[in-house]
């Protein structure tokens, strides 16, 4: 089963690209938070992860919103504007809940 849940902040504004065919894409960035404690120092660390993530519909979620992510983890290739071949994991997300906005 190939089924992720993420919470964390949506780092960048929505871009949502709409296609001649009628079909919408948007794709934004979410950081999710882990933090643990030192076992040597005894102090708190923390780790920021961000995620590429991609909706199959238009949304009204912003910047800094606190959101809950269900999707698919999914792995795909492109050539960039030079011709080279380069890598990407995204986040394709069937569910995306507000969980909290930013004021």
């Known amino acids: ?3 992720i849940l993420l919470v964390g ?3 960048n504004a929505p871009e949502i690209f709409k296609f001649e065919n009628g079909n919408v ?17 005894g102090e708190w660390q923390e780790k920021t992860t ?10 009204k ?7 809950s ?4 983890i999914t792995y795909r290739s492109y050539e960039d504007k030079d011709g080279n071949k380069k890598y990407t994991t995204e ?3 069937d569910v995306a809940k507000l969980l909290h ?3």
Do not use: C, P
């Open 1 to 3: 089963m190939n089924k």
């Open 25 to 41: 894409k948007t794709s934004f960035s979410v950081a999710t938070k882990e933090s643990w404690k030192d076992k040597q120092s």
């Open 91 to 93: 986040i394709v997300s």
């Open 69 to 72: 992510i269900e999707g698919k």
């Open 50 to 59: 961000w995620h590429n993530i991609v909706m199959y519909r238009e949304t």
């Open 61 to 67: 979620l912003q910047k800094g919103d606190l959101v």
């Open 9 to 11: 902040n949506i780092g």
């Open 101 to 103: 906005r930013k004021k």
